[in-house]
């Protein structure tokens, strides 16, 4: 049996406010249309693919909170990408604002098997940015206040090939993410983004170095989508990868709009670093790693 996932990195330009569902969703379509014209197991979509960034805005009225959120998935309007999945056989992930019926908001991402049954999901655990109104930023990033902090850690599941899971945006950032994933044997991590060129407190912050680490030290290939582009005035990075587990980046989106990134992905690479040098089981200390779930920040020396 095969062991090659071939996976499609569907980056998606700029999505303005006034973009309707309807309209990204068929930008989403016709990505999945291509990627299928390429033989692909899955295609994986950005963080918050439905919409623009709305937590770039400090909002007060609650119906206009409301309209950047989904109550149900599929719906009417996402529903012609399960259609089409089913259609093609073809996978996907994708990343959503979700409101759940009692009242919860999650930064989501699922993953939808090729007869396009959900047989995954996430809640986005590392949410940065700010809960407050901070004028004196020239966007907000208020992911604290729009979100709950996930509750489902993170899994891993079979079903398109190999051990898959995700993680979103700024959990690439934390060795934490990755290492979950890894103690569970992932062979390849799924992760969307919407990343601001500058962060307004640290315009020079590094986004591809850690997803090749993550990569290299779990063993694992990891896919890393954005959302890119100028939206809003706000100018997003591009620069989606596919990232082997020897931690090269294998393939790069070029372009800053809707643009797709093939690459041929073989699971058993991930073997040779999880027998060896990252054998888990053999080389692991878990007894010398209490202080990280034990305490959350950082303190000092003492004396
Ligand atoms: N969406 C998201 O998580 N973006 C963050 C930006 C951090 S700036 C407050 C990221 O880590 O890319």
Same mark, same amino acid.
């Given at each position: 049996?095969?062991?090659?996932?071939?996976?499609?990195?569907?980056?998606?330009? /700029?999505?303005?406010?006034?973009?309707? &569902?309807?309209?990204?969703?068929?930008?989403?379509?016709?990505?999945? *249309?291509?990627?299928?014209?390429?033989?692909?197991?899955?295609?994986?979509?950005?963080?918050?693919?439905?919409?623009?960034?709305?937590?770039?805005?400090?909002?007060?009225?609650?119906?206009?909170?409301? @309209?950047?959120?989904?109550?149900?998935?599929? @719906?009417? !309007?996402?529903?012609?990408?399960?259609?089409?999945? /089913? &259609?093609?056989?073809?996978?996907?992930?994708?990343?959503?604002?979700?409101?759940?019926?009692?009242?919860?908001?999650?930064?989501? /991402?699922?993953?939808?098997?090729?007869? +396009?049954?959900?047989?995954?999901?996430?809640?986005?655990?590392?949410?940065?940015?700010? +809960?407050?109104?901070?004028?004196?930023?020239?966007?907000?990033?208020?992911?604290? *206040?729009?979100?709950?902090?996930?509750?489902?850690?993170?899994?891993?599941?079979?079903?398109?090939?190999?051990?898959?899971?995700?993680?979103?945006?700024?959990?690439? &950032?934390?060795?934490? $993410?990755?290492?979950?994933?890894?103690?569970? @044997?992932?062979?390849?991590?799924?992760?969307?983004?919407?990343?601001?060129?500058?962060?307004?407190?640290?315009?020079?912050?590094?986004?591809?170095?850690?997803?090749?680490?993550?990569?290299?030290?779990?063993?694992?290939?990891?896919?890393?989508?954005?959302?890119?582009?100028?939206?809003?005035?706000?100018?997003?990075?591009?620069? $989606?990868?596919?990232?082997?587990?020897?931690? !090269?980046?294998?393939?790069? /989106?070029?372009?800053?709009?809707?643009?797709?990134?093939?690459? &041929?992905?073989?699971?058993?690479?991930?073997?040779?670093?999880?027998?060896?040098?990252?054998?888990?089981?053999?080389?692991?200390?878990?007894?010398?790693? %209490? %202080?990280?779930?034990?305490?959350?920040?950082?303190?000092?020396?003492?004396?």
């Amino acid at each position: 049996m095969s062991r090659i996932v071939t996976v499609g990195a569907a980056q998606m330009g /700029a999505i303005q406010r006034a973009h309707s &569902r309807r309209e990204v969703v068929s930008r989403m379509v016709e990505l999945m *249309r291509e990627a299928a014209s390429h033989r692909c197991d899955l295609v994986v979509f950005p963080e918050l693919t439905l919409t623009t960034f709305f937590p770039r805005w400090w909002m007060e009225s609650q119906e206009e909170i409301d @309209s950047f959120y989904e109550r149900e998935m599929p @719906s009417n !309007e996402t529903a012609p990408l399960f259609n089409e999945s /089913a &259609r093609l056989g073809i996978g996907f992930s994708l990343g959503y604002a979700e409101l759940t019926p009692e009242g919860q908001r999650f930064n989501t /991402a699922i993953l939808v098997n090729k007869s +396009a049954e959900i047989v995954g999901k996430y809640r986005k655990i590392h949410l940065p940015g700010h +809960a407050g109104h901070e004028p004196w930023r020239a966007f907000q990033h208020l992911e604290k *206040r729009y979100f709950e902090v996930g509750d489902l850690s993170w899994g891993v599941w079979n079903g398109l090939g190999g051990p898959m899971g995700m993680m979103i945006c700024n959990d690439r &950032r934390w060795p934490e $993410s990755y290492r979950v994933m890894g103690l569970q @044997s992932v062979e390849m991590i799924l992760l969307g983004y919407n990343t601001p060129r500058h962060n307004p407190p640290a315009p020079d912050h590094d986004n591809q170095l850690v997803m090749q680490a993550g990569a290299y030290q779990n063993g694992t290939w990891v896919v890393g989508v954005a959302k890119c582009g100028v939206e809003e005035g706000c100018e997003m990075i591009g620069g $989606s990868s596919i990232i082997a587990p020897t931690g !090269e980046v294998i393939g790069q /989106a070029l372009t800053q709009e809707d643009e797709l990134v093939v690459a &041929r992905c073989d699971l058993d690479l991930t073997k040779s670093y999880k027998t060896t040098i990252f054998n888990f089981d053999m080389h692991r200390q878990p007894d010398q790693y %209490r %202080r990280i779930v034990e305490q959350r920040g950082a303190v000092s020396p003492q004396g």
